[in-house]
């Protein structure tokens, strides 16, 4: 099988799922889960990205969007893998897998209170600070970027999140390790550490921060219809400048400013990441040579 060097490959990314991580590289996907018998199950997709579907993706801003739709379409879709095979029955049968409508339901549910807590509830406490309309943007801003370290605080809390947690940090482990040239092996791995520059935490607190200065441009529209309708259609716009940011900074690492841009970004992650088990880590070195292997596979066709 041919082989993939780091220095080749640098676009790898992962995501963190119930017991299990997801890995992603330019046109495969690869999710490991631990399932309740220890045994660890592979499910490997190849990826068509929007960029090669669709010319104007590759251009700048709007390659973020896109990377930002993908996502989330397969965020979600290794999210219910993963539930569905970590999930442990009395009576020994395999679990019944959720159906399209449940998955539907969740992800309305979870729309509906994402608007609501990072959209809605901000806007509604900065309005009543103040009227003018610099200071109801930062006061905005702020409010958000308080909810969102209060959201992540509370849902630490739960043993299943921490979990997920636990995996986050294994996956940024085998990643530095895949990105050291170094070989994929639980001891490399564990010395590594468990934040990342292109972690999504990262990149959430990219948006929030330049949210505030593109809604500062627009002022205090006087209806909270078109105030909370304006946050909602430029969301796609911020994230596309916020992934090239964060794909700047990644790139220039070297530079001393860019450590500065990518450090609050590393703090946050201190909130999303925990310290793996090497069972973790094997899972998630797993899915890396998964999908590094799928990427050998296409470049040899």
Not at 164 to 177: D, L, N, P, Q, R
Not at 233 to 241: C, E, N, Y
């Amino acid at each position: 099988m041919k082989s993939i060097r780091s220095e080749q490959l640098k676009d790898i990314g992962g995501q963190a799922v119930i017991e299990g991580v997801m890995m992603r590289a330019p046109t495969s996907i690869v999710i490991a889960v631990r399932r309740p018998d220890r045994e660890i199950v592979i499910r490997r997709e190849r990826l068509i990205p929007l960029k090669e579907r669709f010319f104007p993706f590759k251009w700048p801003i709007l390659r973020g969007i896109a990377v930002l739709v993908e996502s989330l379409i397969w965020g979600m879709r290794a999210l219910t893998y993963s539930a569905n095979q970590a999930m442990e029955t009395n009576d020994g049968n395999s679990p019944k897998e959720m159906g399209g409508f449940t998955v539907a339901v969740t992800v309305l549910l979870s729309i509906v209170l994402g608007v609501g807590l990072f959209v809605i509830v901000p806007e509604r406490l900065a309005n009543l600070i103040s009227e003018r309309g610099f200071i109801f943007n930062i006061a905005d801003g702020v409010i958000r970027l308080a909810v969102f370290f209060a959201y992540v605080l509370v849902i630490s809390r739960s043993k299943y999140i921490a979990r997920v947690f636990e995996y986050h940090g294994a996956e940024h482990k085998s990643i530095h390790t895949y990105e050291a040239g170094e070989e994929l092996t639980e001891e490399n791995a564990s010395k590594y550490s468990p934040l990342h520059p292109r972690c999504g935490t990262a990149f959430l607190l990219t948006v929030m921060v330049v949210s505030i200065l593109v809604f500062s441009i627009f002022g205090k529209p006087e209806s909270i219809f078109v105030r909370i309708g304006t946050r909602l259609v430029l969301i796609p716009f911020i994230a596309g400048v916020s992934y090239e940011i964060i794909k700047l900074a990644s790139k220039n690492q070297d530079k001393r400013l860019m450590r500065l841009i990518m450090l609050p970004g590393l703090w946050l992650q201190r909130l999303t990441t925990r310290e793996p088990s090497k069972e973790q880590i094997q899972v998630a070195i797993r899915s890396l040579e998964e999908v590094l292997a799928m990427e050998a596979e296409g470049m040899s066709q």
